[in-house]
């Protein structure tokens, strides 16, 4: 692979605070001293597992506000080359809650701020710059407020015009606007797919009130063929621990990864996209692509900081 050969976009960067309770008391004081903070967000952590794997990688975003230089700070630490426009509005910050005793992590996730006037013009100049020197495209996650509907799509317009690889972690309106463009692949995890396709059974399945089963299975294959049928694009939907299903070009299949004692589930999936998109460009299956996907979301579930395999 050439230097630079993965560009990792992701429009809602993340300072990441993640505390570690040995047992957690709801309604009392609970002090640690087990706790980390780290750069972080699904770009970051897609190109974090990247460079740690070897490869070249780059993430690209909108930064801004007081904890800017603090962020890019923690990339620089990591090795990890950012490309960035200002956006004038701060970082968020994300916490992760650990329950050891529990064996439960919870995510409690702020909603990023709008991003001031002229951000997406910044960035998709910032954008057309990178996309020069790149093989392949990894779009991840939802966007801030303020960026125009059309952002999303015109990245992946622009980057499989220029003949680039893409692969595409998105739901919703964005999924479906830049389907037209033809992405190598898209990831969405069930309730992702299930928040686009059909919400009342993505409002069921978190509430733990709806089991994967034969029609959910049926559901996943009739939207992976479509996929397929209209746009060459391969379906892959992730399960977290479970299995994950893909769509081969003929048929729904499934693999079942490595079961782990997860110490911190947080950015399995963006290991797993990291995996999956190297395989692929570098000339795997889409099953071969799958597996290496789950190899590194699991390595990805052992260890405390989130985005990481080693």
Not at 59 to 69: E, F, K, M, N, V
Not at 260 to 286: C, H, M, R, W, Y
């Amino acid at each position: 692979m050439k230097s630079g050969s993965f560009l990792c976009v992701c429009l809602n960067p993340t300072i990441q605070n993640t505390l570690v309770f040995r047992s957690l008391v709801k309604g009392e004081v609970n002090r640690t001293a087990k706790h980390r903070v780290d750069a972080s967000g699904k770009g970051v952590n897609v190109a974090r597992v990247l460079q740690q794997t070897g490869r070249e990688a780059a993430y690209l975003a909108q930064l801004g506000g007081p904890t800017r230089d603090w962020f890019l700070s923690m990339c620089e630490a990591d090795g990890l080359r950012v490309a960035w426009a200002e956006s004038g509005s701060p970082i968020r910050v994300c916490t992760t809650v650990i329950d050891e005793a529990e064996g439960s992590a919870t995510e409690l996730v702020e909603e990023a701020l709008p991003v001031a006037e002229g951000t997406s013009e910044r960035l998709l100049a910032v954008y057309a710059r990178e996309l020069s020197s790149a093989a392949a495209v990894i779009v991840s996650g939802t966007k801030a407020a303020g960026f125009p509907a059309d952002t999303i799509p015109a990245m992946v317009r622009a980057a499989t015009a220029a003949g680039k690889s893409v692969v595409l972690d998105v739901k919703g309106a964005d999924l479906e606007a830049s389907l037209p463009f033809r992405p190598l692949v898209a990831k969405p995890n069930l309730e992702e797919l299930l928040q686009t396709y059909a919400p009342e059974k993505a409002i069921a399945l978190r509430a733990g009130k709806l089991a994967y089963d034969g029609a959910l299975r049926d559901l996943v294959a009739r939207v992976g063929a479509d996929y397929w049928k209209r746009f060459g694009t391969h379906l892959v939907v992730t399960r977290g621990a479970e299995s994950t299903l893909y769509w081969n070009g003929t048929a729904l299949h499934e693999h079942q990864g490595r079961v782990v004692k997860a110490q911190n589930p947080i950015g399995s999936g963006d290991s797993f996209t990291a995996g999956l998109t190297a395989a692929l460009v570098e000339g795997g299956s889409i099953a071969e692509a799958v597996t290496e996907g789950s190899r590194l979301g699991a390595l990805n579930a052992e260890r405390l900081k989130p985005g990481s395999i080693l």
